[in-house]
C-alpha cells in the first residue's frame, strides 16, 4: 500500500534543485514553556514569544518598560492564559492587556499555563502581602513549594475558563477538588475573577441572552471568588461591555 501511495512522491519533486547554502534563511526554533509569562509588546516578528520563565523576571523587565507603573504603584493583577491561545496569538491577549494598561492604570502579569489546571502557578507563583503577614503570625501555613521569584499581586483574573483546580472538560474533578480552590485562594486573599472567552457562541447571542449555559458554568466551582464573563472572542475583539454580568 504505502509503495502504491507514495512511490510516485519523490518523482513529483525530480525537476526541482536544492537551494544553496545560504539562500534559505531558517529562522531559529522557538521553545514555549509549559508555564511561563508573556506581554504582546514585546515580539518576535513571525512566531510568538520572547518569554519569561517567572514573574520576578517578568516584572523587572516592566520596570524598564513602564517606569510610571511603579512610581504610581499600579495594582499587580496575573491574568492566567490558556497556552493554546498563546501558541495561536489570539488578539485577545495583547486587547485585554493593553485595555487594563490604558484605561486602568494596572499593571498585568499574563501567565500562561499548559492546559486547564492553574491551581499549582497561582500556588507557587503568586503571593499576597496578606498571605506574607499571615505566615510570618503562624495564621496560615508556609507554602514549601512556593517559588523564590513569587511575586505580590493585588488581584487575580483567570481568562481560561475552568475552576482553579480544573478540567478536563466534562469532568467532576474541579468540583471535588474545591477545597483546594478555597485554601489556595483563601491564604491568597486577594479578589478573584472568572474572565472566560466565549468561544461557543456568537456576539448577537451573548448580547441578547448572555453566556451560554455551559460558558457560564465552565468558570464555576472554586467556591470563592466572583465569576463573570466580559470577553468574546467570535471577532477576536476585546469587548468593554459589563452589561451581561453573570454569576
Not at 107 to 125: K, M, N, S, T
Not at 154 to 181: Q, Y
Request: hydrophobic share 40%; proline share 6%; with cysteine.
Amino acid at each position: 500500500y504505502v509503495a502504491r501511495e507514495f512511490g510516485g512522491f519523490a518523482e513529483g519533486f525530480a525537476g526541482l534543485e536544492d537551494a544553496e547554502d545560504g539562500d534559505v534563511e531558517v529562522p531559529a526554533v522557538v521553545e514555549i514553556p509549559q508555564v511561563g509569562l508573556l506581554h504582546p509588546s514585546l515580539k518576535y516578528a513571525f512566531q510568538p514569544g520572547p518569554f519569561f520563565e517567572t514573574p520576578k523576571e517578568y516584572l523587572e523587565w516592566y520596570r524598564s518598560y513602564r517606569p510610571e507603573a511603579f512610581a504610581e504603584q499600579w495594582p499587580v493583577v496575573a491574568v492566567l492564559l490558556y497556552r493554546k491561545h498563546v501558541v495561536s496569538e489570539l488578539s485577545y491577549i495583547w486587547q485585554l492587556v493593553n485595555y487594563l494598561e490604558e484605561a486602568h492604570q494596572i499593571l498585568p502579569v499574563p501567565i500562561f499555563i499548559q492546559g486547564v489546571d492553574a491551581h499549582i502557578a497561582v500556588r507557587d507563583l503568586l503571593t499576597s502581602s496578606y498571605e506574607r503577614e499571615a505566615v510570618s503570625r503562624g495564621e496560615v501555613m508556609a507554602n514549601r513549594t512556593q517559588s523564590p521569584d513569587a511575586i505580590h499581586v493585588d488581584a487575580v483574573v483567570n481568562t481560561i475558563g475552568f475552576p482553579l483546580v480544573g478540567g478536563p472538560a466534562g469532568s467532576m474533578e474541579g468540583g471535588r477538588n474545591s477545597e483546594i480552590a478555597k485554601e489556595i485562594l483563601g491564604s491568597l486573599n486577594v479578589p478573584y475573577f472568572v474572565a472566560a472567552p466565549l468561544l461557543i457562541q456568537d456576539l448577537q447571542s451573548w448580547k441578547d441572552q448572555g453566556a451560554s449555559p455551559f460558558s457560564n458554568i465552565c468558570g464555576r466551582g472554586d467556591g470563592r471568588g466572583d465569576s463573570f464573563s466580559f470577553l468574546h472572542m467570535a471577532a477576536t475583539k476585546f469587548m468593554d461591555d459589563l452589561s451581561r454580568i453573570v454569576g
